[in-house]
């Protein structure tokens, strides 16, 4: 039983879950401190959650080869019945991505809704 909680798998999830935590956390500083107006801090806090972005994205990609390597089936899975959720999460991801390059000013609505109101 206390096998199964140590394995590649089950570790990386784990670290999946810090690494998504900490680029959360990155992104509400931003918010926070543009609310209070703090320019200069906006911008910094700004780079640090674009670059704990990427490296999530990295270390969800690099799970994919422990994912594979571990769980065979459950990658075989994420190709096969699970796809259309992984590449609606793949689209989500770069929609997001673009939001977040693009720096569209928060003024009490979602970033989402002001980015498709400009265009």
Do not use: K
Request: aromatic residues 6%.
């Amino acid at each position: 039983m206390a096998q199964s909680w140590l394995n590649p798998t089950s570790i990386y999830s784990g670290m999946l879950a810090a690494w998504v935590c900490a680029y959360l956390t990155a992104v509400f500083l931003v918010h926070h401190a543009r609310r209070a107006g703090a320019t200069d801090l906006v911008a910094l806090l700004r780079r640090r959650a674009l670059a704990s972005g990427v490296v999530v994205g990295a270390g969800v990609l690099a799970g994919l080869a422990v994912v594979a390597a571990d769980a065979p089936d459950l990658f075989a899975d994420l190709l096969g019945p699970a796809l259309p959720l992984v590449l609606l999460t793949l689209a989500h991801n770069a929609v997001v991505a673009r939001l977040a390059v693009a720096d569209v000013p928060d003024e009490g609505t979602t970033r989402a809704s002001v980015h498709l109101r400009s265009n």
